[in-house]
Antibody, heavy 122, light 112 residues
Framework: EEQLLESGGGLVQPGGSLRLSCAAS????????MSWVRQAPGKGLEWVSA????????YYADSVKGRFTVSRDNSKNTLYLQMNSLRAEDTAVYYC???????????????WGNGTTVTVSS | DIVMTQTPLSVSVTPGQPASISCKSS???????????LYWCLQKPGQSPQLLIY???SRFSGVPDRFSGSGSGTDFTLKISRVEAEDVGIYYC?????????FGQGTRLEIK
């Protein structure tokens, strides 16, 4: 069974940093693009970032560009999101999701984790 | 960015009755490869999103056949032929043709 398990969320002060992890199992991790999607309290879904299967290409929403960095370790079957200069508006549940192919366009997200909660507050 | 617009934003349905959700994109989702990159997911209360429909009308593995998708270009529809209690949640349309991936605002389905 394909599974994703996020971790690393927590309470952080504005301007602080946090690193999220997403452990994958049940599929050949390096063969698939991966994504981070977030959901602010009571709000809809917002795409945050994506990375190709090889890790060679990364993409970001304008709202996080320059502050967040997505990476992956295919030897550890793990996806990461390094979040710096955090703001109150980054408060959300962060989901990792698997694309159906190695690229991140012309594919869709078919497996989602349960999410990890990030709260940015003083 | 491609804007995805769903209507209605909320729907209340009697069990056994049909339901329909519309989704319109600000640009065509038809790619030169002949595929249309529109999909639907459902977020049940307290859960993460789950894929329902991909490429407009293909049901994902395990999705009941009471769910169907249709449409082309910029106009799409998700239909539930006979709503059941387990169908409650928020339905999102999503475009996957261009980055950034964009979502509709979500349509909340409730049971009467």
């Amino acid at each position: 069974e394909e599974q994703l398990l996020e971790s690393g969320g927590g309470l952080v002060q504005p301007g602080g940093s946090l690193r999220l992890s997403c452990a994958a199992s049940g599929f050949t991790f390096s063969s698939y693009g991966m994504s981070w999607v977030r959901q602010a309290p009571g709000k809809g879904l917002e795409w945050v970032s994506a990375i190709t299967g090889s890790g060679g290409s990364t993409y970001y929403a304008d709202s996080v560009k320059g502050r967040f960095t997505v990476s992956r370790d295919n030897s550890k079957n793990t996806l990461y999101l390094q979040m710096n200069s955090l703001r109150a508006e980054d408060t959300a549940v962060y989901y990792c999701a698997k694309f159906t192919g190695t690229t991140v366009t012309r594919n869709y997200m078919d497996v989602w984790g349960n999410g990890t909660t990030v709260t940015v507050s003083s | 960015d491609i804007v995805m617009t769903q209507t209605p934003l909320s729907v209340s349905v009697t069990p056994g009755q049909p339901a329909s959700i519309s989704c319109k994109s600000s640009q065509s989702l038809l790619h030169s490869d002949g595929k249309t990159y529109l999909y639907w997911c459902l977020q049940k209360p307290g859960q993460s999103p789950q894929l329902l429909i991909y490429e407009v009308s293909s049901r994902f593995s395990g999705v009941p056949d009471r769910f169907s998708g249709s449409g082309s270009g910029t106009d799409f529809t998700l239909k539930i032929s006979r709503v059941e209690a387990e169908d409650v949640g928020i339905y999102y349309c999503i475009q996957g043709i261009h980055l950034p991936v964009t979502f509709g605002q979500g349509t909340r389905l409730e049971i009467k």
